[in-house]
């Protein structure tokens, strides 16, 4: 197949994945060897406690190296930090928020990255919180080299379509799931669920979806055609609905998360699911749809204290990792220690931070956090 084939044929497998769970490791293990990488996770980290877990992988990773790292290294890892900095859908490889020289140098590429023969990976944030970021990885092998433009390119081509798989099986929650039941199974979710054809045509609407329609708070029916209050948002869902009848590669990155507001300003999100390919066409085979639209409220997006204190100071992601090991560990043998570098490397860093923040001392930059964490502090 050339490679328009292999990304539809790819990108049709990604959103079978949405409603059938089980189908995640061979798409991972797919995606993996289409952007020329070693393996591939999707996987969330919470920033506030240092942890994190793997959702779905496609094996390429030991079993013995991924319990390692979290049980220990992702506190060592320093793409943990960048990683809330990045908007979503943003790639981000090692390069992107430290020198590799530097990178070579920590405890986390010593103990846990070289002894695998990985030397790079690169990273799709496909949703945040306050606290977590939910991403899609995959891991680059010695052999192939360090991330390149080409494997960037080719990222760029998927990692939207994980996300709006990613986000509707969130939403949905069905794993594997018979396609006789679609429709049945939709219908218990709490979140309001059209299907709709290529014209916005409503051809089915869940309970929650009804009572809606019914408010006209968020969405409206305008005679059988499903419309939003806000126009932008309305033509967005017009414009992917209408690619969704052409097949999944039609619908591109369109309409990945459409915000949506309530009249009393409430916000609301939309996901759009194309259903006229793969394994979905099936599980939709008694309705004339092109779509399946997801609509519940949106959580509010909170920075959490260290994104707000990075754009405060135009920290970067090692700044900022260095800031924040000084406030939990103490001097800089101590953060050296902690974060796998050199001394002299901590220095240099502390120094940029003393500049950045007008502080004079390690204690200044203590309570520089603390105020931030707690505003009664002056």
């Not at 509010?300 to 900022?320: D, R």
């Amino acid at each position: 197949m050339d490679e328009t084939e292999t990304v539809s044929a790819l990108v049709g497998d990604i959103y079978d994945a949405a409603l059938d769970a089980a189908l995640w490791p061979a798409v991972l293990g797919n995606a993996s060897r289409f952007v020329g990488g070693l393996a591939s996770a999707l996987y969330s980290k919470d920033a506030s406690a240092k942890t994190g877990v793997v959702y779905y992988d496609d094996g390429g990773i030991d079993p013995h190296y991924r319990q390692l790292y979290f049980e220990h290294y992702v506190k060592l890892d320093p793409s943990t930090t960048a990683q809330f900095f990045a908007e979503i859908g943003q790639l981000i490889s090692t390069v992107d928020f430290m020198p590799r020289d530097e990178f070579t140098e920590t405890r986390f590429y010593r103990e846990w990255v070289r002894p695998q023969g990985i030397v790079d990976s690169l990273n799709a944030a496909l949703d945040k919180s306050a606290t977590s970021v939910a991403s899609f990885i995959v891991f680059r092998h010695e052999r192939d080299g360090l991330v390149d433009d080409e494997m960037r390119r080719r990222m760029r081509l998927i990692a939207p379509h994980v996300r709006r798989s990613v986000l509707i099986g969130r939403v949905i929650d069905l794993k594997t799931m018979e396609a006789a039941t679609f429709a049945d199974t939709l219908d218990g979710l709490a979140a309001g669920m059209f299907l709709v054809d290529a014209n916005a045509r409503i051809v089915h609407a869940n309970a929650s979806g009804h009572a809606m329609l019914e408010t006209g708070e968020v969405l409206r029916s305008a005679g059988d055609r499903l419309t939003a209050g806000d126009a932008a948002a309305d033509q967005a869902l017009r414009t992917v609905f209408a690619a969704s009848g052409s097949g999944d590669a039609a619908v591109g990155v369109k309409g990945i998360a459409v915000p949506l507001a309530a009249r009393g300003g409430e916000p609301y999100v939309a996901h759009v699911l194309p259903l006229t390919s793969g394994a979905r066409r099936q599980a939709s085979r008694s309705y004339a749809a092109a779509a399946a639209l997801f609509v519940h409220k949106a959580a509010l997006a909170t920075p959490t204290p260290p994104e707000v204190i990075a754009k405060t100071y135009n920290l970067t992601p090692t700044e900022l990792r260095v800031l924040l090991a000084v406030v939990q560990v103490g001097g800089v043998p101590e953060v050296a220690e902690a974060l796998g570098i050199a001394e002299s490397t901590v220095r240099s860093h502390l120094q940029q931070l003393f500049e950045k923040t007008g502080a004079h001392r390690q204690a200044d930059l203590v309570k520089l956090v603390a105020a931030f964490i707690n505003p009664l502090i002056d």
